[in-house]
């Protein structure tokens, strides 16, 4: 784990001294929603995960609204949640690998949070997409060529936004999401009283 930058404005809000939000970032199965889910649990925070919040509202699959309206109205969904879940408190966020793209509403977003690059090379996000059966419904194409192009490319594009865009970086190949749900609570610490 990486700690490349204190903000001063991190946790500005806080519940019990642990940023109001701890809000994951990184590419495709990076293991965002399994550490996610894990780290609520240990911090008894809310868990939220943009792709399944988005799914329930419009009622469907990625898969299915991309197929029928087009990535703009994914994306412009996504706009609006990440605003809206900057109003939060007690949680935390899992986004979508896109999400990091909204550069105005992810620094809305941001402020008062605590925010994970979860990080792995093309070669394991890759194996991880093949064998994740999310992968039909939840990770349509992106650019329409072939997939282990596409995440070669559109990780070498996303890279910056994601480092620059959160405040730890951690390396998570070979590494259980318990395992990297502990060492962010153990990040959240020195927030504590
Ligand atoms: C996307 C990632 C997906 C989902 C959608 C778009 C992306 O989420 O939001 O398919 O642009 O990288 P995961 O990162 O949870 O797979």
Known sequence: ???REKRTGAGESRRDGIP???????FRATGKSAVGGRLAV???????DTDD?????????????VRRRGWPAFRKMEQALLVELAGTEGVVIATGGGAIMHQ????????GSLVVWLRAGAATIRKRLEADA??????PSLTG???AREIEEVLAA??????????VVIETEHRTPEDIAAEIEQLCAPFRN
């Open 1 to 3: 784990m990486v700690v």
């Open 20 to 26: 109001a939000r701890i809000v994951l970032a990184g």
């Open 42 to 48: 240990r911090l008894q925070y809310r868990f939220i």
């Open 53 to 65: 919040e988005l799914c329930a509202r419009m009622k469907g699959s990625v898969t299915a609204l």
């Open 104 to 111: 105005d509403e992810w620094r809305l977003l941001r402020k």
């Open 134 to 139: 999310a992968s039909a419904v939840q990770r």
């Open 145 to 147: 060529i072939d997939p």
């Open 158 to 167: 996303r890279e910056s936004l994601y480092r620059r865009g959160s405040d």
